[in-house]
């Protein structure tokens, strides 16, 4: 079984032999062969991310980026708003507590680079059904052949995020 290394390449049935490998894996069904957003069983708190830049579903294209400082732009599954609780445990997330694993390629053909654990920025009040939200990739300094074998550009800021943002963790307003 391959084991957890941050800037190296998985599959989605490696990534759930690390985190679940008492659970079967099926491929494209199921939590672990379908799902991007993954709560890791018996880690109440702790998720894994499994990101597919500018992917679609239905209508809706999700528009994630990644800027040269680490900070993910990323959203929810468009069905889910502020009610739902894996948004509320998203925005209550302490990275010192509890950890979120991201996975994230380019096309739907390639494997998933690991780019560690992420930590809670914000995410934007005025907007749900996705919710939006920003990450800071907790160990930001990836290698420069890593990010071009993942096949993503890395942008000068994020821009999911409206002009006004209210941050829970701090209660301060973010202008952009």
Do not use: C
């Amino acid at each position: 079984m391959k084991v957890l290394k941050l800037w190296e390449s998985y599959s989605r049935e490696e990534i759930h032999d690390i985190f679940s490998p008492e659970t079967p894996f099926t491929p494209q069904a199921g939590t672990w062969g379908l799902h991007g957003m993954i709560k890791i069983p018996d880690r109440d708190g702790d998720w894994v991310f499994l990101v597919t830049i500018g992917n679609q579903q239905g209508d809706h294209v999700f528009d994630e980026s990644i800027t040269k400082d680490g900070v993910l732009s990323w959203q929810s599954q468009p069905r889910l708003d502020f009610s739902s609780n894996a948004i509320q445990s998203l925005i209550n997330h302490d990275d010192h507590v509890n950890n979120i694993h991201l996975f994230l390629r380019s096309t739907k053909k390639s494997s998933y680079g690991y780019f560690g654990k992420l930590g809670y920025l914000t995410h934007d009040a005025d907007r749900q059904n996705p919710v939006y939200f920003q990450w800071q990739i907790l160990d930001w300094e990836p290698p420069k052949e890593f990010i071009d074998h993942v096949g993503i550009n890395l942008s000068e800021e994020g821009s999911l995020i409206s002009s006004s943002v209210v941050s829970t963790k701090t209660n301060q307003l973010i202008l952009s």
